[in-house]
């Protein structure tokens, strides 16, 4: 029984969203896995917001124009639609609206998700909401 990795063994990945990317892997082809890269798109964009990963708002911005025009292409229920523009233009703004985005496709695109991914998307809005009470609050003065 080995108890560490080789030395030339590849260190694990960490993957964000998981559930969804399993989703959308063993979804047929169509309907349920193109909302469900949608989803992930518009939950990956999201949640650089929370993570200090350094993008400038600029970087952000174009990052939405490009995710928008990806969506374009998908063959989405028009139902869906707007809920994954909002997202994907909430990602390029602030916490709190990104978090509001993020409600509106897990409200829209619950049908088609399995309670894995759609738990990843509620942990995201409480993570931008939580950025956003920590970043409002008012510092205490004695």
Known sequence: MLVS???YALAPTSFRFAALAALAGRAPIGGQR???LATYVAARLAHDIVVDRG???AARVERAAHAKHWLST???PAALRP???S???ASAGERGAAARAVKSVIAAAAGFLDPAACEELA???AALESHVESSDAQPVVK
Do not use: R, Y
Request: no cysteine.
């Open 87 to 89: 997202s994907v233009d």
């Open 34 to 36: 193109e909302v469900a």
């Open 123 to 125: 942990q995201l809005v």
């Open 83 to 85: 809920a994954f523009i």
């Open 74 to 76: 998908l063959a989405l």
């Open 55 to 57: 993008l400038s708002q």
């Open 5 to 7: 990795q080789p030395p």
